[in-house]
């Protein structure tokens, strides 16, 4: 595939060799052969095998085979190991993804503080608490659970900053999978806690539980710094990359933060530097005139940021085209969605309620949809709405969400003003 970047100069007839071969091998593992079976021939087949070989074989089995994405996640561990050793290191003459603040020295910033607390501190009061049960170290294990839990910015900064600039560029299986196996890892935290606050002696059913949390999550770990950083790498601008960096503060980062903010030797901006323009250019500072009135494009902005709920439209194509930025939006988004289509935006698991959703508004079976949920002290109400022009045309669809908890909790009546 001439596609696929190989430092040692692979020619084309053996790069697509070699992807014919890592299919058939991942569809063997798919048909039920042993990983000692496959792992062999892979060593004596293959050999060394490029990043961007692995991405395209995820992509293919995918769009090419037919493989569902659930499919290939369940695979994913299973393909690890076998490739585990065997990942090209891709050498580079200059390596701002080594300087502080830069995102991939961020990402793995991080991971090295996630394997200090789950090889360390979960494993060993995994193994006092199966051992004792006591009370002291199963809170110790719950908080243990909770510092983990943070690892939820780590993924969500994956899924929302990185993935839509790797899809720009066409890979959506590496996405698609990693993110399916980010929600798995998640569930199995949550899942963990809540069998800690009711546990009743099933050691072995928790001692596997967190055991199987360990493993995904150094799992995930390999994942992401021997495949997908390295393919980000090949692929993202320096000024993608920028745009990620000054991004991350609004999703917030997991157990350990940048030392200092990355600014590449080429930009050299003074302090106090007027932060770039927005994608696209200076905003023009002319008006909008409405049906009903007249403002500046500052105004209407600003206005649309002080309603007390979120705003996101798609437009007729799925596209992503807006979001309201308040100050305390309750999920996160990014300027990355913009131009993403909303299906990428939602984990591969909730793909189909989107499409379902978005299916019948088209076609005028609905005009609306109502969700809520609880998180925590929030009580969330989203609400979407198909937007139609005067002749009832489909334009796109709104998404509307608030937090009713305050509203839910008045009472009686207010006739003056606060003091």
């Known amino acids: 595939m001439s596609e696929l970047i190989n430092n040692r100069e692979v020619d084309v007839p053996e790069q697509t060799r070699r992807q014919a071969m890592l299919r058939e091998i991942i569809k063997e593992l798919h048909a039920g052969k042993s990983v000692e079976e496959v792992k062999a021939r892979f060593a004596e087949a293959v050999g060394d095998v490029t990043v961007a070989e ?8 995918m769009t090419e085979e037919g493989i569902p994405v659930e499919e290939v996640q369940r695979l994913c561990s299973v393909h690890t190991a076998i490739f ?6 891709i050498h580079r003459s200059n390596k701002p993804e080594e300087q502080p603040g830069h995102p991939v020295h961020t990402f793995k910033l991080e991971n090295r503080e996630i394997e200090r607390l789950v090889n360390f501190r979960l494993q060993l009061h995994t193994d006092k608490f199966l051992r004792s049960g006591t009370e002291e170290m199963k809170f110790k294990l719950l ?12 993924y969500s900064r994956k899924e929302n900053l990185l993935f839509p600039y790797l899809e720009k560029y066409g890979i959506y299986g590496p996405t698609k999978v990693m993110w399916g196996v980010d929600d798995g890892i998640r569930s199995m935290i949550k899942q963990a806690k809540a069998a800690l606050g009711s546990y009743n002696g099933e050691a072995e ?9 360990i493993q995904e999550v150094n799992e995930m770990i390999f994942k992401e710094e021997n495949i997908l950083l390295p393919m980000a790498l090949d692929k993202l601008t320096e000024d993608e990359w920028v745009k990620i960096a000054r991004e991350s503060d609004e ?13 590449p ?3 050299a901006e003074p302090e106090g530097a007027a932060a770039p323009a927005q994608e696209g250019g200076v905003a023009p500072q002319g008006f909008i005139r409405f049906e009903t009135g007249l403002l500046s494009l500052h105004q209407l902005e600003t206005v649309l940021n002080h309603l007390p709920v979120d705003l996101t439209f798609i437009d007729e194509n799925d596209v992503v085209r807006y979001f309201s930025h308040g100050k305390e939006r309750i999920f996160a988004r990014t300027k990355a969605v913009i131009g993403r289509t909303v299906q990428n935006c939602h984990p591969p698991q909730s793909v189909h309620v989107v499409e379902k959703l978005l299916a019948d508004f088209k076609a005028g079976r609905k005009d609306a949809e ?23 045309q489909y334009m796109g669809t709104l998404e509307f969400t608030q937090n009713i908890a305050p509203i839910r909790a008045l009472e009686g009546q207010k006739r003056i003003l606060s003091e």
């Open 54 to 61: 692995i991405s395209a074989m995820e992509h293919s089995l």
């Open 84 to 89: 585990k050793g065997s990942i090209q290191e």
């Open 143 to 154: 908080e243990d659970l909770s510092l983990l839990l943070d690892l939820d910015k780590h």
């Open 205 to 213: 059913e928790l001692g596997a539980l967190l055991a199987n949390i």
């Open 251 to 263: 999703i917030g980062f997991c157990l350990a933060a940048p030392e200092r903010e990355w600014i």
């Open 265 to 267: 030797e080429r930009v």
């Open 370 to 392: 109502d969700f809520w949920i609880a998180i925590k002290d929030k009580f969330i109400y989203i609400r979407y709405f198909a937007v139609r022009d005067e002749a009832g």
